[in-house]
């Protein structure tokens, strides 16, 4: 498996709690956590001496943005849309 990339765009593998998320979207405040599934796309990598972490941004499909977060790789698969070798 190749490691995640800026501008990726991955799926989130579990909920991630609203601690965790920057909010932009005042309507956003009355959840719990952002589910499974949630389609994001890499913005900044942290490269650590232990762990990569990665700045996710999630926007609408009219990309408005509405979320943020900082994730580890066990939190996101990243989507392919080709065919390719990894």
Not at 26 to 34: C, K, N, Q, V
Not at 59 to 83: F, P
């Amino acid at each position: 498996m190749t490691k995640p990339k800026l501008l990726d765009t991955i799926a989130t593998l579990k909920p991630i709690p609203i601690e965790r998320l920057t909010l932009v979207e005042s309507d956003m405040i009355s959840i719990e956590s952002l589910p499974n599934g949630e389609v994001g796309t890499i913005v900044e990598v942290y490269e650590e001496k232990e762990d990569t972490k990665y700045l996710v941004e999630f926007a609408d499909t009219q990309g408005c943005e509405y979320a943020m977060a900082v994730l580890k790789i066990n939190e996101i698969l990243v989507l392919h849309y080709d065919l390719a070798t990894v």
